[in-house]
C-alpha cells in the first residue's frame, strides 16, 4: 500500500494511475489523514453471444415452461 498527498497525487497522477492499474494499492491523503483508494474500475463485460453455450445444456424437463404451482395466483 502507497499513501501520496493530494499534492503528490496531483504531480505524479499518470504515473499513480499506471501503479494502481497493475495493483498497487494507492491511497491519497489529505495530511496524514487517508481520504480516498485509487484504484482501477472492474473490466467491462464483453457484449453477449447469442448460441454460444451450444450444446451445453444436456436435459431440460418436460415441463420447463410451465407455470409453477406456488405462482399460479400471480398468473391471472
Do not use: W
Request: with cysteine; aromatic share 6%.
Amino acid at each position: 500500500m502507497k499513501t501520496v498527498t493530494i499534492h503528490e497525487a496531483k504531480t505524479h497522477l499518470s504515473r499513480l494511475i499506471r501503479e494502481a492499474l497493475t495493483g498497487e494499492e494507492i491511497i491519497i491523503a489529505k495530511g496524514k489523514e487517508p481520504l480516498v483508494r485509487l484504484s482501477p474500475l472492474e473490466e467491462k463485460h464483453k457484449d453477449r453471444q447469442f448460441g454460444c453455450a451450444e450444446g451445453i445444456v444436456e436435459y431440460m424437463a418436460e415441463d420447463f415452461n410451465e407455470p409453477l404451482d406456488d405462482f399460479k395466483e400471480y398468473m391471472k
